[in-house]
């Protein structure tokens, strides 16, 4: 009888969670892999176990979709996130703004960036939502 008979293999268990797949849609966006960034992403959104951790998901595939010129589909997601939990995650409205500003919707999209300055003088894009409703009324200035 061999020594590997005798020997006993160790299961590790591995059970993936949302953030497992959260952070591996991140890094497939990173790596301009949106395909699989969305992928993953959506993976993340089914497996959240609290609403902050769906807000999340949900924005980072909002803002994939966006990425590729998909503004319909990131506007439908963020439409609803806002509508459900706007409260939890302002920057939604600055990703908003973003997406109707490039379809030219411009006064919906000052309204949005407004909003988020409004929510947030603090917040992690307070810098470009300043710069975005620059160029929003300068834009809406010569139309």
Do not use: W
Not at 9 to 25: E, H, K
Not at 84 to 106: C, R
Not at 116 to 128: A, H, Q, T
């Amino acid at each position: 009888m061999s020594n590997r008979q005798n020997e006993t293999a160790v299961i590790i268990p591995f059970i993936p969670n949302s953030d497992f797949y959260f952070q591996r849609g991140i890094k497939a966006f990173q790596k301009n892999d949106v395909a699989r960034a969305k992928k993953y992403l959506l993976r993340a959104v089914t497996l959240s176990k609290s609403e902050e951790e769906k807000v999340f998901a949900l924005c980072q595939l909002a803002i994939c979709h966006q990425h590729v010129g998909e503004f319909n589909q990131s506007i439908e997601i963020l439409n609803d996130l806002i509508e459900k939990d706007g409260d939890i995650f302002p920057e939604a409205y600055y990703f908003q703004s973003n997406n109707y500003a490039y379809i030219d919707e411009l006064e919906t999209a000052l309204e949005l960036v407004s909003l988020y300055l409004e929510l947030e003088p603090d917040g992690d894009f307070f810098e470009e939502a300043e710069d975005l409703k620059d160029v929003i009324e300068i834009e809406m200035k010569n139309f």
